[in-house]
C-alpha cells in the first residue's frame, strides 16, 4: 500500500512540475506588461492555476495519509517485538517515558518521499543523556487525527457544494482596483499569483473587509482585500511531540509567542531541552506542513479534546458561540481563531530563548504549568538582530540595575510591594515633585484621600461589581472595607461633598495616594506589574463646553513631561464602542472635541474606533525609550457614567442645580513604580544630573586632603545634591575616579593641594570628559542651574 501511494505521489508531483512549467513558459514570453497583468487574470491561466493548486492538496493529503500508515506499521512492528504479554504495559511505559534509542531504518528500498516520511517516524541518535522525541506518540495525537480528517472531509464536501453555486465577486484592492473573482472558489493566494509570484510568496496573511483571512480560504462575496506581509508566527507543534503534555493557552505576544503546557506528574521543562525542540521546530519548517482552518462545533471539540481539561475549560467557559475554529499544522490540532501562514516554511529561523513556571490563569490555587517562550522570523538576519535587541534589553534591566545600584528591592514577605532604598527613594520622591510643581503651574488642587473605604463605595461606583478580585477587602465589625485600587470614587465623595457651582468648574484634584491591587502573584514582575503603588492621578471635574481646553491642556502637561524626559510618544483616538452608556449626541460632541484639541495640539495621531471604554472616549499615549519599545502610561479618558453613578451635580450658569459634570481621568507617569522602572532601562542606569541617586563624587589626591573631601562634599549636600567622599585610602586617586565613574556619579570633582589653596575642585565626568579647575562656587552655581532646568546632557553642556 505504501508503495502504491507513493507512486501516485510521484506522478502527481510530475504534473504539478508540468503545470509550473506551461504557466512560467507562457508568463515568460509575454513582454507587455498591462497584457501580462490581464492574460494573468484569463480564464486559461486562472484554471491552470486553480488545478494546480487542488493537486498541490491532494498531494498534501496523501503525504498525510501516508505518514499515518507508516507511522501504526512502525507502532505494529514494535508492539509485535514486545510481544502479546507485555503489549498494553510496553504502550503505556512508552506514554509515560521518552525513548533514547534510535530504531534501526527499514532495509527495502522506497522512494524518496517514503524514506523522508520514514525517517520522521524513527528516532534520531543522541548522545546520552539527551531527550529524544517521544515514540510513539501519545495515543490522543491519533485519536484527534481521525476525527479531524473526518469532519475535514465533510467540510471539503459542503465547501465543494457552495463552490458548484459559484457567482461572480468584485474584489477591491488597496489601490483602488478592482478584479473579478468567484465565490467559495478564489482565495487570496490566487490573487495575489496574478499580480505577482513574489508578492504571493511574500504575504503571509490577508485582510478581507477588515478581518484576518487565511490566504487559502475562499473569498465569500464582494470585498476589500489587502495582502499582509509577515509577522511573528507561532510553532509549537514539537510540544506534544517531545513531552506528551497537555497543551493549555499559547497566543503570540510582543515578543513572539509563549505555550502553557501541563506535565502530570512529570519534571518541569529544562532549557537543556531546547535544542531538542528547536530540531524538531526545524523538521517542521522543512516539511512546509499548511495550516489548515475548520469551523466546528463546540459540542464535537469537547469531544476531539477530551483528553485535555484545560482545553476543555476554554471551550467551556470563553466559548460563548455555537461553534469555533481550530487549525490544524501537520499532528497538531489546537483551537484558534486565526489566520495563519500559509504553511510552516514560510519560518526560516525560530529560536525558544525561555521557559518559566506559571499557574493556570496565573492563580496561585489552580494547576502549576510549564510555560515555553519562543519567537520565529523569515529570515536569519532577523534572528541575530533580535538577539542583539535581547542582550542589550538584558544589560538595561531594571530588576538588575536597581539591585547593583542599590536602589530598590523586593521580600516574599510583602510580595508586589517594593522596598525603595534611600537613593531608590530620592528618583521616587523627586519625579513626584516634579509633577507637583507643574500641578501647582497648572491649576491643580493636591488633596489627600482615605485608603479604606467600605466595600458600598464600589458598589456604588461598580468596581466591587466587575473588580472584586483585584480588589484586598476585610472585615470590620458588620462590614466589608476595602484598600483603594484607584483614587476616582473618592474625588467623587469630595465634589459631592457641598453644594458646586459653574463658577468652580474646571475643578482639578490631584492626588498621589498609596494604592493597592490584589495582583495574581504569578504575574507580578519587578516594578512594571506590583500590589502597592502610587499615580500622579488627577480628576478634572468641567462642564462638556470645557473638554477641548481641558484636553489641550492635559496634552500640553504630557508633552511638557516628556520632553523632559527625552521620550518620544505616539497619540490614538478611541472612539464609542458597539456596547456603550450615555446618549449618542453626548459622545459625538466629545469625540469632536478630542478630535480638535489633537488637531491643535500639532502631533500625528491616529484613531482606534471602537476601542473606547463604555462609560466615554479616551486618548492613549504611548512613548518609546531609547531602544524603540513602547509603553502605555499615559491616558486622557473621559468619563459620563461615574457622575451619574455618585450623582454629582452642579448649578448651571441658568440656575438649574441639577446639570451634571464630566469627570477627566488622566495621569502622565501612570504607576510611579512603572515609570521608574522605564525609565531605568531607557537610561541603562545612566541618570541625567536632575534625577541621579549618585549625582558628586569627591575624590581627595591623597589622605591628608580627606578633610577638605568632607568639607567641599557638606557643601553640595547642603545645596540639595546627592553627594559623597571617597575616603577609602586603600584605593589609589585613579582607582576612585574609575570607581565613581562605573557606580555612575555625573561629576567626580577631585582635590588636592593646589585645589584646596583656591577652594577649588578638579571637575570630570563618568564619562571621563574632563572639565578642569573651577572654584567651589562656580561649580555650585553651574550644577545648580543645570538641575533645576533639568538638563539630560549635563555632564557634555557643563
Known sequence: ????????????????????????????????????????????????????????????????????????????????????????????????????????????????????????????????????????????????????????????????????????????????????????????????????????????????????????????????????????????????????????????????????????????????????????????????????????????????????????RILNEKVTTPTTTVYRCGPLIDLCRGPHVRHTGKIKALKIYKNSSTYWEGRSDMETLQRIYGISFPDAKMLKEWERFQEEARNRDHRKI?????????????????????????????????????????????????????????????????????????????????????????????????????????????????????????????????????????????????????MKGCLDFLRCVYDVFGFSFQLYLSTRPEKFLGDIAMWDQAEKQLENSLNEFGEPWKLNPGDGAFYGPKIDIKIKDAIGRYHQCATIQLDFQLPIRFNLTYIGKDGDDKTRPVIIHRAILGSVERMIAILTENYAGKWPLWLSPRQVMVVPVNPSLEGYAIEVCKRFVDAGFMADADLDSGCLLNKKIRNAQLAQYNFILVVGEKEKMTNGVNVRTRDNKVHGELTVPEVLARLLLLKQSRCRNAEEVF
Request: hydrophobic residues 30%.
Open 1 to 312: 500500500m505504501a508503495e502504491r501511494m507513493a507512486a501516485r505521489l510521484a506522478a502527481q508531483e510530475r504534473q504539478i512540475e508540468v503545470l509550473s512549467a506551461e504557466i512560467c513558459r507562457v508568463r515568460d514570453g509575454l513582454n507587455d506588461g498591462c497584457f501580462c497583468t490581464e492574460l494573468a487574470g484569463g480564464s486559461e491561466l486562472e484554471d491552470l492555476r486553480s488545478e494546480n493548486e487542488k493537486l498541490r492538496y491532494r498531494l498534501v493529503h496523501l503525504q498525510r495519509a501516508l505518514r499515518t500508515e507508516l507511522e501504526l506499521e512502525t507502532l505494529g512492528q514494535n508492539s509485535a517485538r514486545t510481544g502479546p504479554e507485555n503489549k498494553s504495559n510496553g504502550v503505556d511505559e512508552k506514554h509515560k517515558t521518552r525513548a533514547r534509542e534510535t530504531s534501526k531504518p527499514a532495509e527495502t528500498t522506497k522512494p524518496p518521499e517514503v524514506q523522508n516520511l520514514t525517517e520522521k517516524s524513527k528516532k534520531k541518535e543522541k548522545p546520552k543523556g539527551q531527550e529524544v522525541e517521544l515514540n510513539p506518540w501519545p495515543s490522543y495525537i491519533a485519536e484527534r487525527l481521525e476525527l479531524y480528517e473526518r469532519l475535514k472531509n465533510e467540510s471539503d464536501a459542503n465547501l465543494a457544494k457552495q463552490a458548484t453555486n459559484s457567482k461572480p465577486i468584485s474584489v477591491q484592492l488597496p489601490d483602488g482596483q478592482k478584479v473579478e473573482a468567484r465565490s467559495w472558489v478564489t482565495t487570496p493566494y490566487q490573487l495575489a499569483c496574478g499580480i505577482s509570484q513574489g508578492l504571493a510568496d511574500n504575504c503571509v496573511i490577508a485582510r478581507v473587509d477588515d478581518e484576518l483571512w487565511d490566504l487559502d480560504r475562499p473569498l465569500e462575496k464582494d470585498c476589500s482585500l489587502e495582502l499582509l506581509r509577515f509577522d511573528n508566527e507561532d510553532a509549537q507543534a514539537a510540544m506534544e511531540r517531545f513531552y506528551g503534555g497537555c497543551l493549555c493557552y499559547g497566543p503570540p505576544i510582543e515578543n513572539g509567542f509563549y505555550y502553557d503546557m501541563f506535565l502530570d506528574g512529570q519534571k518541569g521543562v529544562s532549557s537543556s531541552e531546547f535544542g531538542d525542540l528547536e530540531s524538531l521546530c526545524k523538521n517542521i519548517m522543512k516539511d512546509k506542513q499548511p495550516f489548515e482552518r475548520l469551523e466546528i462545533s463546540k459540542e464535537t471539540l469537547l469531544e476531539m479534546f477530551k483528553y485535555n481539561m484545560f482545553k476543555c
Open 402 to 550: 536597581g539591585k547593583d545600584q542599590e536602589l530598590f528591592f523586593f521580600h516574599d514577605l510583602s510580595p508586589g510591594s517594593c522596598f525603595f532604598l534611600p537613593r531608590g527613594a530620592y528618583i521616587y520622591n523627586t519625579l513626584i515633585e516634579f509633577i507637583r510643581g507643574e500641578y501647582w503651574r497648572r491649576d491643580f488642587q493636591e488633596v489627600a484621600s482615605p485608603n479604606i473605604y467600605n466595600s458600598k463605595l464600589w458598589e456604588t461606583s461598580g468596581h466591587w461589581q466587575h473588580y472584586s478580585e483585584n480588589i484586598f477587602s476585610f472585615p470590620v465589625e458588620q462590614d466589608i472595607f476595602a484598600l483603594k485600587p484607584m483614587n476616582c470614587p473618592g474625588h467623587c465623595l469630595m465634589f459631592s461633598h457641598r453644594p458646586r457651582s459653574w463658577r468652580e468648574l474646571p475643578l482639578r484634584l490631584a492626588d498621589f495616594g498609596v494604592l493597592h491591587r490584589n495582583e495574581l502573584s504569578g504575574t507580578l514582575t519587578g516594578l512594571t506589574r506590583v500590589r502597592r503603588f502610587q499615580q500622579d492621578d488627577a480628576h478634572i471635574f468641567c462642564t462638556m463646553e470645557q473638554i477641548e481646553s481641558e
